[in-house]
Each structure stands twice: as C-alpha cells, then as structure tokens.
C-alpha cells in the first residue's frame, strides 16, 4: 500500500538513499530542508519539499515520520557554539516536530527517531545491546536527551522506534566519503592505537531497517542500527587498504587527532562494541554481515542520487 513519508533529514547521506528506495516502492515523499530549492532540482517534482515544519500542516498528514536530521558531528571540535547547534538540531527539532505532529488531524502509524550508538559511551571490549546503560560524555548525554524528547512527547496513537545508528557505510557520505582520498593516496592508517572496536553498518541495510521497522508492528523502541560483525579500527584499516589496493603505514595518533578535534576525537578514538540484538530478534536479515563485501560493494556501485 502506497504511503506518504515525511523525513527530516531527507536530503543527507542517509536520508537519500532512503528516498531513492521509497520512490522505487511507490511511495510519496515529503521531506524538510533549510536548502529546499537545492533539493527540489535534485528530485524535480518526485519529492516534496518544504522549509518549514508549519508547511505540513498543508500536506496530507504522513502515514509514516522519519526524523533523522542533526549537525554533522565529527567534522568540527566540539566548542560551546558548536554543541549548541549540535544539540538544536536534534532536540529542539525534535520537539518542534512532535509538538507539529500532535496538530495534524490524524497521527501517524509509525515514527522512527534517530539517535547513535554514541549512547553507550566508550564501553571497550565490553559488548553492548540495547538493554546495556548510558555511557559518560557529550554525544552519550546528546542521544540520551535526543531520544528522551521523542518518548516525552510522543503521541501514544503512534508507535515509535529509536534508532541508535552506528557508523554508516557508503561512498556518498559519512565516514568512508573522508578516508577514501587519503587512503587512495597511500595515506591511510590506523586511527590511535586501533585497537578500539567499530560498530558500522552497510548504507543498505540502515535504509532497509528503517523500511522493516515501519513496516513490522510489533517492533516498538530501542534498535541498535549496526552490522552484527563490529570490527576494530586496524581491521577496517587493513580490510579497506586491501579492498582499494593501497599500503595502510601512516597512523593517525592519539595526540594529533586530540589537537585537530578535541573532545570530538572521542567518538574515533572510543570504542563501542554493539550488536543489533532486537533488530536480529525482530527478524531483519541484513544484506551486509561483513565489512569486506560491504566495502567491495560500496566502491562497487554508486548508492545515492
Ligand atoms: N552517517 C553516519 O555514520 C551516522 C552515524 C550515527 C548517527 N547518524 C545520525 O543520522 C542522521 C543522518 O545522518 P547523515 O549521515 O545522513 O547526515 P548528513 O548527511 O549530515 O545529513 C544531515 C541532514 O540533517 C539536516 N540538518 C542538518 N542540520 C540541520 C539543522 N540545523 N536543522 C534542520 N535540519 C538539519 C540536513 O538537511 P538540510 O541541510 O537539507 O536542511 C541533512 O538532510 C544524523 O542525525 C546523524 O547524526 C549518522
């Protein structure tokens, strides 16, 4: 049955490649974006765009919400101005959307809310899945208060699931998007010691997740969106050196990512060890188990617009 989908978030990394597979099952998109006039002559008129979230009341009201927009985190340090905007972007859009939301004359049958696996803080070897506790430091307290917003003020009418995403892998965008070029130069290297545990998840799968916990019922709260084979940060140095064909020697360390990034350098210095327990439960199979054919496929293909 065909659906209208409202995304926060639709014109990222992400969010398009989730367009691309909603337009391919037939469904009708609206999304928002500070740069819609960018975003309209990107889609022409498969998608809707609106600029502000009082616009939707002009729309018909969504059978499905997908709230994934936010600052990028990674690219900046983390100064003051910084997590403020960090923080807005999330939160206070967040509320925004759900206080947008309770307007409408009917509510949606589903929302699925973003949130990171930063959650969890630096949990070392230890593993961790969705019953484990919140871990110290700004991005944990940023998903916690990102993902307490939308339980708070949820309409109980829609079922609500949070997505704790871990490192999304895909040529377009996030992290792979920043490594290839230095790693194509024969620059690439273990970030620190490398021993710290990576949790990532193929861009596929992440889009394919969202469509099966819309679609699924019974799935309500928390999932931890990553592959059930976390990795460490010098296998995933190793594996993608020998996908692209390039030496890995020059290590990135400790000292200097701390200088370039600050408090920043703990989201890749940290280590966090998830497995999708409640996604695995729920029955999703994902595409993408392993980081070698994930890469293979990556560079393979071209996955977004
Ligand atoms: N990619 C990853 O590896 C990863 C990992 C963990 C969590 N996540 C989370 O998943 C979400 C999507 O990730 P992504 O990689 O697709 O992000 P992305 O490519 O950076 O896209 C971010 C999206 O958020 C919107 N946005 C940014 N700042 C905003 C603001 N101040 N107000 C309103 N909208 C704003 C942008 O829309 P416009 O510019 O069009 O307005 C854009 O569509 C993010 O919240 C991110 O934190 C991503």
Same mark, same amino acid.
């Given at each position: 049955?065909?659906?209208?989908?409202?995304?926060?978030?639709?014109?990222?990394?992400?969010?398009?490649?989730?367009?691309?597979?909603?337009?391919?099952?037939?469904?009708?998109?609206?999304?928002?974006?500070?740069?819609?006039?960018?975003?309209?002559?990107?889609?022409?008129?498969?998608?809707?765009?609106?600029?502000?979230?009082?616009?939707?009341?002009?729309?018909?009201?969504?059978?499905?919400?997908?709230?994934?927009?936010?600052?990028?985190?990674?690219?900046?340090?983390?100064?003051?101005?910084?997590?403020?905007?960090?923080?807005?972007?999330? !939160?206070?859009?967040?509320?925004?959307?759900?206080? #947008? %939301?309770?307007?409408? =004359?009917?509510?949606?049958?589903?929302? @699925?809310? *973003?949130?990171?696996?930063?959650?969890?803080?630096?949990?070392?070897?230890?593993?961790?899945?969705?019953?484990?506790?919140?871990?110290?430091?700004?991005?944990?307290?940023?998903?916690?208060?990102?993902?307490?917003?939308?339980?708070?003020?949820?309409?109980?009418?829609?079922?609500?699931?949070?997505?704790?995403?871990?490192?999304?892998?895909?040529?377009?965008?996030?992290?792979?998007?920043?490594?290839?070029?230095?790693?194509?130069?024969?620059?690439?290297?273990?970030?620190?010691?490398?021993?710290?545990?990576?949790?990532?998840?193929?861009?596929?799968?992440?889009?394919?997740?969202?469509?099966?916990?819309?679609?699924?019922?019974?799935?309500?709260?928390?999932?931890?969106?990553?592959?059930?084979?976390?990795?460490?940060?010098?296998?995933?140095?190793? !594996?993608?050196?020998?996908?692209?064909?390039?030496? #890995? %020697?020059?290590?990135? =360390?400790?000292?200097?990512?701390?200088? @370039?990034? *600050?408090?920043?350098?703990?989201?890749?210095?940290?280590?966090?060890?998830?497995?999708?327990?409640?996604?695995?439960?729920?029955?999703?199979?994902?595409?993408?188990?392993?980081?070698?054919?994930?890469?293979?496929?990556?560079?393979?293909?071209?996955?977004?617009?």
């Amino acid at each position: 049955m065909i659906k209208h989908i409202f995304i926060t978030g639709g014109s990222g990394f992400i969010g398009s490649r989730l367009c691309t597979l909603l337009l391919e099952q037939g469904h009708q998109i609206t999304i928002l974006s500070r740069q819609a006039e960018r975003v309209r002559t990107i889609w022409h008129d498969k998608i809707t765009v609106i600029s502000q979230l009082t616009q939707l009341s002009d729309c018909p009201p969504p059978n499905w919400v997908i709230n994934l927009a936010g600052e990028p985190i990674v690219d900046r340090p983390w100064t003051e101005k910084r997590k403020a905007l960090l923080r807005n972007s999330r !939160i206070a859009l967040t509320k925004s959307l759900f206080g #947008t %939301l309770q307007q409408l =004359p009917e509510q949606p049958d589903v929302i @699925i809310s *973003g949130s990171a696996i930063g959650f969890y803080g630096d949990t070392g070897n230890n593993v961790v899945t969705e019953s484990s506790p919140q871990g110290q430091g700004f991005a944990a307290e940023l998903c916690h208060d990102w993902e307490q917003v939308a339980q708070t003020h949820r309409h109980k009418n829609s079922r609500l699931c949070l997505l704790r995403t871990g490192v999304v892998i895909g040529t377009e965008g996030g992290m792979l998007k920043k490594v290839t070029l230095p790693f194509k130069l024969g620059l690439g290297g273990p970030l620190g010691n490398g021993q710290q545990w990576s949790s990532w998840i193929a861009l596929d799968d992440i889009c394919n997740l969202i469509l099966f916990l819309a679609e699924n019922q019974q799935c309500e709260g928390v999932y931890n969106a990553t592959s059930p084979n976390p990795i460490t940060n010098a296998t995933f140095t190793k !594996i993608l050196g020998k996908v692209l064909k390039r030496p #890995t %020697l020059v290590p990135m =360390p400790t000292f200097m990512l701390k200088a @370039i990034l *600050g408090e920043a350098s703990s989201l890749l210095l940290g280590s966090q060890r998830v497995l999708p327990q409640r996604a695995i439960e729920a029955g999703f199979t994902f595409e993408y188990p392993n980081i070698e054919p994930c890469l293979v496929n990556s560079f393979a293909t071209k996955q977004s617009l």
